[in-house]
């Protein structure tokens, strides 16, 4: 009965949802001839159909004028990757000039480290969180030795409490406070990768300003699911990757953020290339290295202008849907999901799962994480078997991201479904 009240919710909220004509942009994959429910958004985004056409237009400006393309391009390669500052700056909250698209994440990571992480004897610390996503915690690890440090005398973990998944902004800036004259840096994802959870990276930001140390965020899970305010936070530095929420394809270009403050401060350390060189005399090939004062100074090599055209379509379905609507979107279907849950969970005796991600609007997106006490296994399974694609975590979790841009809030229903009919069996 109270399933049936969910289904004609979900349906309602279809009907007066704005977005409901992006979904015909995608590519839904299939199962069986039938379209498979795609809460997957958080690992790999869907494609948008533009993006074929967009790579197609410089494969065929290649073939056509080969070099030449670099200016004489539908959209010239030379400056192909101007186009996306202004156009991921409102994504990021942040001014065009504090942000550029280059490279890859992890490799983003390091050369963001090489510009913010200048330990001392005194001032060595990094600050992360335990159970960080891999990459950045090997990233860190390996950086750190790479200065002659011990990883382990140098970066500190910080975990969740006793029977607790997420972590307090208390605990953090706790943690801060204590490493003190100690601190470097501080080092988190903007969005945890596992629970869901949105740190409060404004408050961590000032309390890693206030003992001296610089604060710079991982927002691979941040980008295109929630709101930020990185330049209003005063945030010294951010990367993100291309492919989750943003949609642009396996291992697309990545993208970082340099607050203004230290992109136009030329003095700063950087490991430089020759697309950061000043454009006036790039092809002098003068022997002086002229960094540009905004974050386009950390690029080091010419842009793959092929990812950049899966990346850039899919900007443009963003921008033509609002990006606020985005956003708003993502909040109710995080919301109804969590809420279908909710119901499930209380109509049986027993706890078969607790939902770990936080409740309240201001700390998460819209992924929702399920931490499972008993039939995890059997759940995923049989969301598997009738084409509901969603994430394992060993050794219990199950996570998803209803994405607003392609998933409609049927599709929670039916998953939410199918768990009730798991569990009742
Ligand atoms: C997805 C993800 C990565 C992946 O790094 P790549 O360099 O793009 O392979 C790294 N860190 C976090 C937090 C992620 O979520």
Not at 38 to 54: E, R, V
Not at 268 to 287: A, C, I, S, V, Y
Not at 301 to 308: E, G, R, T
């Amino acid at each position: 009965m109270k399933m049936n009240i969910m289904l004609e919710r979900a349906q309602r909220l279809d009907q007066s949802d704005p977005l409901s004509d992006f979904r015909s942009l995608f590519h839904i994959p299939f199962k069986d001839g039938k379209s498979i429910i795609y809460f997957t958004g958080n690992s790999l985004g869907l494609a948008p159909k533009t993006a074929q056409t967009a790579i197609q237009q410089e494969l065929n400006d290649w073939a056509k004028l080969g070099v030449e393309g670099h200016f004489h391009a539908k959209n010239p390669w030379y400056s192909y990757h101007e186009w996306f500052s202004p156009a991921l700056a409102p994504l990021v909250g942040a001014l065009p000039s504090e942000v550029v698209a280059m490279n890859q994440l992890s490799v983003n990571l390091h050369l963001l480290l090489a510009s913010f992480y200048k330990p001392t004897k005194e001032r060595y610390k990094i600050i992360c969180e335990a159970k960080a996503f891999p990459s950045d915690l090997y990233a860190l690890q390996t950086h750190v030795a790479w200065h002659g440090l011990n990883p382990k005398d140098t970066i500190i973990e910080i975990n969740s409490l006793p029977n607790k998944q997420i972590l307090y902004t208390d605990q953090i800036t706790d943690a801060i406070k204590e490493a003190g004259d100690s601190l470097a840096l501080v080092m988190m994802g903007g969005v945890n990768y596992y629970s869901g959870q949105v740190l409060n990276m404004s408050a961590i930001t000032k309390a890693a300003h206030e003992v001296g140390a610089l604060a710079g965020f991982d927002l691979a899970h941040a980008i295109g699911n929630i709101p930020l305010q990185l330049h209003a936070w005063q945030v010294d530095f951010a990367a993100w990757c291309s492919y989750k929420y943003l949609n642009s394809g396996p291992g697309s270009v990545a993208g970082i953020f340099i607050h203004e403050k230290h992109a136009k401060n030329k003095e700063l350390n950087r490991l430089g290339g020759w697309w950061g060189h000043n454009k006036d005399t790039r092809f002098q090939m003068e022997p002086d290295f002229d960094p540009i004062a905004t974050a386009e100074g950390w690029q080091l090599s010419n842009a793959p202008v092929l990812s950049m055209a899966a990346h850039r379509s899919s900007l443009e379905v963003f921008h033509a849907a609002g990006i606020e609507n985005v956003f708003k979107k993502g909040k109710e279907l995080a919301r109804f999901t969590k809420e279908i849950l909710t119901m499930i969970k209380n109509d049986f005796q027993t706890n078969y799962f607790d939902l770990i991600t936080p409740c309240n609007d201001d700390e998460c997106g819209c992924q929702v994480s399920l931490l499972f006490h008993q039939k995890g296994k059997e759940v995923f399974q049989a969301l598997t078997d009738a084409g509901v694609v969603v994430d394992w975590r060993e050794p219990n979790v199950i996570r998803l991201a209803p994405v607003p841009l392609y998933n409609k809030f049927i599709e929670v229903y039916r998953f939410g479904n199918i768990i009730h009919q798991i569990l009742s069996a």
